[in-house]
Structures are given as C-alpha cells and as structure tokens.
C-alpha cells in the first residue's frame, strides 16, 4: 500500500488525510478444485499484483458519516464495497468520526482485475490508522473474509498462493514480469456467472509447481477459462489473436473478461495495444509490483 499522509490545518481544525494507491491483480495460475460445503469452489490460485492501480483519498471528519466521491457514479452507491466495509468497522469498534472517502477508478469493474476487492483490503488498512484502530491482522483478515474471497490477497500484496475459496494466503517469493498487455472487451463478467460455468476437472492442475520452479508463463493456467471461452467467443477470439500476433501465452485474468497477453517485448505487446485502442477496446501494458507491506 503506498501511502501519503497529510495533515491540513486551519483556524477551527486539523483534518488528516490518506493518500493511497489502491494496486490491481492477475492471476498467473487459477485451478477449480471442487465444490464446498458452503456452496463456494475451492481453488488454487497464484496472485500477483501489478502495476495498475485505482486512487483513493481518506478525509478524517469530526462528522458521524461515510461519504464516497467517485469519479464513476456507479460507485457512489451504498452497494460498493468500499462502503460495505466502512460501515461495517465503524459500527464494530463504535467509532465516533467519519470519513470521506474519494476514488479515482482507473481498474476496469468486474474485469476479473481485483478492483473492487483492492479497494476494500486498502479501505481496511487506511481507517484502522485514520480511526486510530490499530487492527491486528487477524482482525482484518476476519473482516476481508466477510466481504469477498480475494481481499485477503491484497492485505498482503506481492505474490502468493490463494487457497481454501482464495483467502487462505501464503506469500510467495516476488516475481518480476513486463510487457504484460491487458485488454478488455467492455462487458462484465461476474465471478458467480463465471464459477457457475466452470466445470471441475477429476485431477488438480500441478503445472503451479512447475510455474514457481521455473517462472515460464507456458505453465499459467486458468480453468475459468474453457467456461468463458464457451458464452462469450470473443474471449477467445482475443486470446488467438494476441498468441498469433507475438504473445508467448493469452489467457483470461482470473473470471474476466480481461484478458492477458505475456509479452517478449515492449514494442510487440504495444502492437497489440494500438490494435484493440482502434476496437475502442480498455487496454493497458503493465508489470508486477513487488510486496511493499
């Protein structure tokens, strides 16, 4: 979470404020192992955070409310997450102040990117130190848990292993890849719609382990894919056209619809840039972030 904290003072009050990059998320391996108790899937996944990121600012106010500013007006409802998890910890540990929250949304909603789970994870760490809270992390593990199953993730950064339904993390050594190229087709994909179309394989997918031996992305997997690939056929017809126009592997980012191309190369994923730019396409050349918490 990188992290700016102003204090701005006036005649009648000082109000604190955190600055804060709120980082989005591929994954570079997702296998559906089966089907729970609790109706949720259990999977195995590795998460990586990249460079991508939304913008979120936290005004301390002496006022009892939670008020969110977007700058997409889908996200000013009381519905997003960032509100969810607000409401929830002030009621919780009864605090007093308010807050205004202010977002800058540059990750694409519902894009299997990890945005609006990023928001929430970094929503949790700024108002435990607004709200002078000090939660443990266990404390804000129990409150991710609550709200989706890639929160977790996010509280830790880096890479790492997601397991049980995904929030059961391990952090892993940090991986450093470039030229990975993301586009999206501009429709939704919910991860309920997703889930519901994957079919579960008799066998666990190993290729992880070999994944983390040898960094080589021919072993990234997802098997939210063939589902996807099925309903929507411009998936796939993203995936052929990025692995025949130069990318070493294509596959979908976590339930979609963005897809990711590994790249060799900056100018040969920028190819692919100026392609989908011309479709009216969202797109976007990143690289993973090192953990920095």
């Known amino acids: 979470m ?20 709120s980082h989005a998320k591929i994954n570079l391996f997702l296998d559906v192992i089966g089907k729970r108790k609790d109706n949720f899937h259990q999977i195995r996944t590795i998460f990586s955070e990249i460079d991508l990121s939304d913008k979120l600012s936290f005004f301390l106010t002496e006022k009892t409310d939670i008020k969110i500013l977007a700058s997409t007006d889908f996200l000013e409802t009381k519905e997003n997450l ?8 002030k009621n919780k540990y009864k605090v007093k102040k308010g807050v205004e929250i202010y977002l800058e949304k540059n990750i694409p909603i519902s894009a299997g990117l990890g945005g609006g789970s990023s928001n929430a994870a970094t929503t949790i760490m700024a108002l435990s ?4 809270l000090d939660l443990s992390d266990d404390e804000k593990n129990e409150i991710s848990k609550k709200f989706g199953s890639d929160i977790n993730f996010f509280l830790v950064g880096g890479t790492a292993l997601g397991e049980g339904r995904g929030e059961e993390i391990t952090p892993l050594k940090d991986i450093f890849m470039e030229n990975i190229f993301l586009v999206n087709p501009g429709f939704p ?3 309920r719609e997703a889930y519901e179309l994957a079919e579960i394989s008799n066998y666990e997918n190993n290729n992880w382990k070999l994944f983390l031996e040898t960094f080589d992305v021919t072993y990234c997997y997802n098997s939210l894919q063939q589902g996807i690939m099925q309903k929507f056929p411009e998936i796939k017809e993203i995936i052929d056209y990025l692995e025949n126009h130069g990318a070493t ?3 979908l980012s976590g339930s979609g619809a ?3 191309g590994f790249f060799p190369d900056f100018v040969t994923a920028q190819k692919s840039a100026d392609y989908y730019s011309k479709k009216n396409y969202w797109n976007y050349i990143t690289k993973t972030k090192r953990r920095t918490r």
């Not at 130190?129 to 002078?132: P, S, V």
Request: hydrophobic letters at 45%; charged letters at 20%; aromatic letters at 10%.
């Open 249 to 251: 592997k294509a596959m």
């Open 189 to 191: 994909v919910s991860s």
């Open 129 to 132: 130190e607004l709200w002078e």
């Open 82 to 89: 960032i509100y969810k998890v607000a409401f929830f910890i």
């Open 2 to 21: 990188n992290t700016t904290t102003t204090t701005i003072t006036t005649m009648e009050k000082k109000t604190r404020i955190l600055n804060l990059k």
């Open 258 to 260: 963005t897809v990711i």
